[in-house]
């Protein structure tokens, strides 16, 4: 075994010793393993009871290692064979082979934390549990059990096709599927039943996301630094900018995460959830002091030639992440504080009390923070804005027209968010389809004519490697894909933005988006990606695979709005409820019959289609007459430089088109006179 490869090992021993020890501190301290157990009630086992906190983090710091080599893989090291045959580089095959592996065993610690949570939930020991019938019949009956086989299913296939893969795409597609696997099993957690659910899910999702990376990548990174392969200073520069947001991210989720469950300061000295909520606080901020140090030491002598120092540091570094994922699990093995007063019914579903009867102030004055779209609008108009900044510095101009729209398709956003329209939208279907409208038809609108594509095609440097790819290479790559060149097809983007709207409100699947907090956002994402999909083709700003002429813009609108009305109708003249049974769960006091209620939000439906239609039309035309003024401009300029001395006659358009003209003329007087001469 080489030095490099013990080195190797030996970081790793400490990192798992180090988590090991936290947890097993964590899992005491808050009373998770020391529990009295009560006779005559079902009792796991102090295997269940060791085993299950074990097998968990086991598969997060498994889960990371996966997503690190993933990364190392695909954005880390840099592309070799240029645009037209862009193929992995030798390190990044070999990351690609770590990662397979690592894979599987991500999932086979999935698979023992599966096990351990049936036995748990049950109360009966892991060896009944596996012997009897109680494993299959519940994994599809418990949302924990559920979210786990999803995680050993999709960790399988990243570890399968991990093997076979070669290209830079394919890579990213694995790190996407890593990345989602990620997020099952934590959002069945505490996060699911706290007060403020809605925000608790996604800070949840937000904090595993970012932590993933963060570990993972540094792990990886570590380790190139130990075997000493090449390109190390490129690896851990892009490592330390990722690191940056990842940083800010679990920051903030985390903080976000601490109030939605222990809303008094006070519970973070007095509980044992708060105590070990104050230790993960500790950790974050001396991994804080880390990254500072790798920033202004380490990377430094990196460039100097001198990669000890970082590789030792990074493994210290390593070591103190993983015992905060140990630490983590321990805090979720632990139960938060009870609420003071019992909840009701309504906010146990909703996160919220009742609100009062629903007027026009309280729409506009009754906030409601939803941290997923919160986030969104901030990351959108940040970025936004410091494009349009780097340009201006550059000297580069951009119109102030788009910026004004970009920030409108925001604020629609807000709109519909955030204020009292999101408080009451889970209630009342009417404000529901409201909500739906703005997000489907009008905030896409602004948000196109905004041209973001174009605008990061501008601000965004090529990367600086020859051949490599950088945020710009993969933004081209997209364009230029077959993915998007089939969903960008005007007949694609038409069916998905019409039929998924009548595929969901007339399934289930309604109903099932409803109660659960992730699906309502998916069903919202969807409603916006759909739009901004289907007006990209129609109002066509940004770059796309398929052009369509100002008369087939027209078409396609008139042909595609009356369907909404059609929809509205149907709505309309319905005699049963839609998602009857979530809608009876939350039905207002104060509130109409659900069935009249959903009957006005038809009639939105019905009604709301005339003022997009207005808005595009107005757009189409303004971009019909400029893209006129551009063709006649042009025109004249190439009929300028034919003019000029040494200029080609043929690039005079017009000049050209006469002189075919005068020829067609000639040939028919010739022609004419021929027939003259034959008849006499």
Excluded at 103 to 131: N, S
Excluded at 520 to 527: E, G, N
Aim: aromatic share 8%; hydrophobic share 55%.
């Amino acid at each position: 075994m080489s030095k490099g490869s013990l080195g190797v090992w030996r970081a790793g021993a400490v990192a798992l010793a180090a988590s090991a020890a936290v947890l097993v501190a964590g899992l005491v301290l808050g009373g998770s393993v020391t529990e009295k157990v009560i006779p005559g009630l079902g009792d796991a086992g102090a295997l269940t009871r060791w085993g299950l906190p074990v097998s968990r983090t086991a598969m997060d710091l498994l889960s990371a290692l996966t997503v690190g080599a993933l990364l190392a893989a695909a954005a880390f090291l840099p592309v070799e064979g240029g645009r037209g045959a862009a193929r992995l580089s030798k390190d990044a095959v070999g990351y690609l082979n770590a990662a397979s592996w690592i894979a599987a065993g991500w999932a086979a610690a999935a698979a023992a934390t599966l096990v351990f949570t049936v036995a748990d939930v049950l109360g009966q020991p892991v060896g009944d549990v596996l012997t009897g019938s109680e494993l299959s019949s519940y994994v599809g009956s418990l949302p924990q059990g559920t979210a786990l086989m999803i995680v050993v299913l999709l960790a399988v296939v990243v570890a399968l096709l991990a093997r076979t893969t070669t290209t830079p795409t394919a890579a990213f597609g694995l790190l996407a599927m890593a990345g989602i696997a990620l997020l099952p099993a934590p959002l069945t957690g505490h996060s699911a039943s706290a007060a403020n659910h809605s925000v608790a899910t996604t800070g949840v999702a937000l904090h595993v996301a970012a932590v993933a990376p963060w570990v993972g990548g540094l792990a990886i990174v570590g380790v190139h630094a130990l075997l000493r392969r090449d390109r190390l200073p490129l690896m851990a520069g892009r490592f330390s900018r990722m690191a940056v947001w990842c940083y800010i991210t679990v920051g903030v989720s985390g903080l976000v995460n601490v109030i939605a469950r222990l809303p008094d300061p006070v519970e973070l000295v007095e509980t044992n959830y708060g105590r070990l909520a104050l230790g993960k606080i500790v950790a974050f901020g001396v991994l804080g002091f880390f990254g500072h140090w790798h920033r202004n030491r380490t990377l430094p002598a990196l460039d100097a030639g001198r990669p000890r120092a970082f590789a030792r540091f990074a493994s210290a570094e390593a070591a103190v992440m993983a015992a905060a994922m140990g630490l983590a699990v321990a805090l979720a093995r632990t139960a938060p504080p009870a609420p003071a007063e019992p909840e009701s019914a309504v906010k146990s579903l909703l996160g919220y009390d009742m609100p009062p009867e629903v007027t026009p102030v309280r729409l506009l004055t009754l906030w409601q923070f939803d941290l997923f779209f919160a986030a969104l609008v901030v990351v959108l108009g940040g970025l936004y804005l410091a494009a349009v900044v780097r340009l201006r510095r550059r000297g580069d101009s951009w119109p102030l027209a788009r910026t004004v729209s970009w920030v409108l398709g925001l604020v629609t956003i807000v709109a519909v968010t955030q204020t009292g329209v999101a408080r009451y939208a889970p209630i009342l279907f009417s404000v529901h389809m409201a909500q739906h409208m703005v997000l489907n038809m009008l905030t896409p609108i602004f948000l196109v004519v905004g041209a973001p594509v174009t605008l990061a095609l501008r601000a965004l440097k090529p990367a600086r490697i020859r051949g490599d790819r950088g945020p710009r290479e993969w933004l081209t790559a997209m364009l230029h894909s077959r993915y998007l060149a089939v969903i960008a097809h005007p007949a694609v983007a038409t069916i998905i933005f019409v039929a998924s709207t009548f595929v969901l409100y007339f399934t289930p699947l309604f109903e099932a988006a409803m109660r659960n907090h992730l699906g309502h956002i998916a069903m919202t994402v969807h409603f916006l990606a759909s739009g901004s999909l289907f007006f990209w083709v129609l109002l066509g700003v940004d770059p796309a695979p398929r052009k369509l002429p100002y008369p087939g813009r027209l078409l396609l609108l008139f042909v595609t709005m009356p369907f909404h009305a059609f929809f509205g109708i149907a709505l309309m003249n319905m005699s049963q409820a839609l998602a009857r049974g979530w809608y009876t769960s939350v039905d207002p006091p104060w509130g109409t019959t659900i069935l009249h209620d959903q009957h006005t939000g038809g009639a939105i439906a019905w009604g709301f289609g005339e003022v997009p239609t207005f808005i595009v039309l107005l757009v189409l035309a303004v971009q019909w007459y400029l893209d006129d003024q551009r063709q006649a401009r042009r025109m004249d300029r190439k009929a300028d430089r034919a003019a000029k001395p040494g200029g080609r006659a043929e690039d005079d358009e017009l000049a050209a088109y006469n002189a075919r003209l005068a020829k067609l003329a000639e040939r028919d007087r010739a022609a004419g006179e021929q027939t003259s001469k034959g008849n006499a």
